[in-house]
Every structure is written in C-alpha cells, then in structure tokens.
C-alpha cells in the first residue's frame, strides 16, 4: 500500500490476483499475463496500424490497475510527470493511462521482490532538463 493509488481494497484485490501467478516469474511476463504488453496489429489490408495492448490474460489485473493508475496521476507528482511526459509526446490520455498501469505493476512486483516500501524515484525517475549533458 507504499505504491500511489493503492489502497485496501484495490491492494487485497490484486494480491488475490497475483499471488495465484507462479513464482518463477519476470516482470515482463507478468505484464504479458496481465494483457498490458503492446502487440502490433497487423490484418489484410490494414497492416500499419498502431501499437495497442494485447488484451490477452487476466482482466481482473487489469480492472484492479486502472483506477489506481487514475489516482496515481491526480495525487502523486512522479506519477503526474511520468503521464504529462507521455500526452506532451502525442500519446493519447489512455495510453498514457495504460503506460501508468504498466509502471504501477513493475512497482508492485519490484516491491514483492525487494521486500521494501516503494521509492518513487526507481520507477518514475525525473525527466533530464534540456540542454544539460
């Protein structure tokens, strides 16, 4: 519950969830069973189309992450920066928002391994103000 966003009733929710996924796994594939890994999109004529979440896995992460990830950007500073730093590039305000849920389930998963509060500088690092090498 150190992570922003996350409070009791999402924490128990999703501790349900991902205390069910086997023990061996990397971050990456636990975003993969989540669904939030992009996939490109490629069919018939439409072959050039935008990257988008492959939607493949448990839905029930995915449901737990998203409110969280709307708190997180209005009430955590990092979190606000990391979603500015995304709609600035052009990305739309939900992929930006999905790009939150991905970092918060990085977060969540660095948290259980190191066995420590979460520190928002390790996941959402400040951006490097232009023109400093």
């Not at 999402?10 to 061996?24: I, K, Q, T």
């Not at 709609?87 to 939900?94: A, D, E, L, Q």
């Amino acid at each position: 519950m150190s992570i922003p966003g996350i409070a009791n009733r999402s924490a128990v929710y999703l501790l349900g969830e991902l205390l069910m996924l086997p023990e061996g796994m990397d971050v990456r594939q636990w975003v993969a069973h989540a669904g939030l890994d992009p996939r490109v999109h490629s069919s018939g004529t439409s072959v050039n189309k935008a990257p988008r979440i492959s939607r493949t896995g448990n839905i029930n992460i995915r449901r737990a992450l998203f409110m969280p990830a709307l708190v997180a950007i209005q009430r955590d500073e990092a979190v606000r920066g990391f979603y500015d730093r995304l709609v600035h590039r052009g990305k739309p305000k939900v992929k930006a928002n999905v790009a939150v849920m991905r970092k918060l389930l990085h977060a969540i998963y660095g948290v259980f391994k190191s066995n420590s509060a979460f520190d928002a500088t390790k996941c959402f690092p400040a951006p490097i103000p232009a023109g400093n090498p």
